[in-house]
C-alpha cells in the first residue's frame, strides 16, 4: 500500500428526470374527475423558468380535498374509473409548457380556512421536486388568516393565488425563478 492521499472526486449531482413515456404518463393521469362532470372545473396554467421562457418537460402532481373540504382516501388514482374522486392528479407538461387538470374547487378542510392544492413539480435542472400550494381567490378574509399566506410580503403571496376565469376554472403559473418567482416550500 503506497503512502500517497488518495484524492477522491464526488459523485456529481443529479437532477430529476428525464422522463420517460414508457412509464409516464399514465391514462387519463390529469383527470381527477371526467371532464363535463357535475362541478368539474379546468385547472391550467404555465411553467417558466428564470429566463422567462417556458418549460416543456415538468411533471407536476397534485393533491386536494373535494368540494366538501374532505381529504378523500379512496384508490384508484392510477387507474382511473371515471367516477372516483381521489383528489390525487399527475400531469405532464406539453411541448409549450402548458399543464391542464380536470378537477374540482377544493372546500375549506375547516370552517373559515383558504381552500387549497397541494402541488409538487417535478422538472429538469431541479436535484430535487418542488412544493407549492395553489390557493382559490375568492373569500379574501380565509386567505388573510392562513397559516401560510399571512407570513408572506404580499407580493410573493400572490404567487400561490390562482386567477379565476371566466368559464369558473383557474389558471396558476408557476415560475422557476426570477422577479415573479413562485413560493416553494420547504418540509422537514
Partial sequence: MSNQTTQLVPTPGQTVGPFYGYALP?????????PGSPGSIRLQGTVYDGAGETVPDAIL???????????????????????????????????????????????????????????ALFARGLTNRLFTRIYLPENGEALAKDPLLSTLDPERRKTLIARRDADGGLTWDIHLQGPNETVFLDFQ
Fill in 26 to 34: 399514465f391514462e387519463k393521469d390529469n383527470e381527477l374527475l371526467p
Fill in 61 to 119: 402532481e397534485i393533491w386536494q380535498p373535494d368540494a366538501d373540504g374532505k381529504v378523500v382516501q379512496k384508490t384508484g388514482s392510477l387507474v382511473r374509473d371515471g367516477y372516483t374522486f381521489t383528489g390525487w392528479g399527475r400531469g405532464s407538461v406539453g411541448y409549450s409548457g402548458v399543464f391542464t387538470f380536470t378537477t374540482v374547487n377544493p372546500g375549506p378542510t375547516s370552517p373559515g380556512a383558504a381552500p387549497f392544492i397541494s402541488v
